[in-house]
């Protein structure tokens, strides 16, 4: 039981110092990431999958100029019956739109708009 006190001690006190920096992209990486830790390794698991999600959430985040392009952009949206999903790749006849000067891509799908990267993957939500 000590252990497991030390270890989330030490994990809260890594995600402090990173949630002062954080990005937009770390919310859904903190998320997910204790919702796999809980399952895996419950309450510690938790707090070292919210730590390293985080991490994750904001290394993938793109660009503020890309979000800005993004949402100033008039693009049609199309219908899709799948679920999109960030990290999962978009379906070939998804059209996707480049972004200028930029790695990044974007589609509005269902009335919202996705960043995706080179790979048509997920990257992000834009709200």
């Given at each position: 039981m000590r252990s497991k006190t030390l270890v989330l001690a030490l994990a809260l006190g890594l995600a402090a110092p990173a949630a002062a920096f954080a990005q937009?992209?770390?919310a859904s990486g903190v998320a997910g990431g204790a919702a796999t830790g809980a399952v895996l390794g419950?309450?510690?698991g938790a707090a070292a999958g919210a730590v390293a999600g985080g991490v994750i959430g904001t290394a993938?985040?793109?660009p503020k100029k890309v979000k800005e392009y993004v949402v100033r952009e008039e693009r049609?949206?199309?219908r899709y019956e799948?679920?999109?999903v960030v990290g999962?790749?978009?379906p070939q006849d998804v059209e996707i739109y480049q972004v200028p000067d930029s790695d990044y891509s974007y589609t509005v799908v269902n009335d919202r708009r996705y960043i995706?990267?080179?790979d048509r993957k997920v990257v992000e939500?834009?709200?």
């Open positions: 937009e992209g770390t419950g309450p510690v993938i985040a793109p049609p949206s199309v799948g679920e999109v999962k790749a978009l995706v990267d080179s939500v834009v709200e």
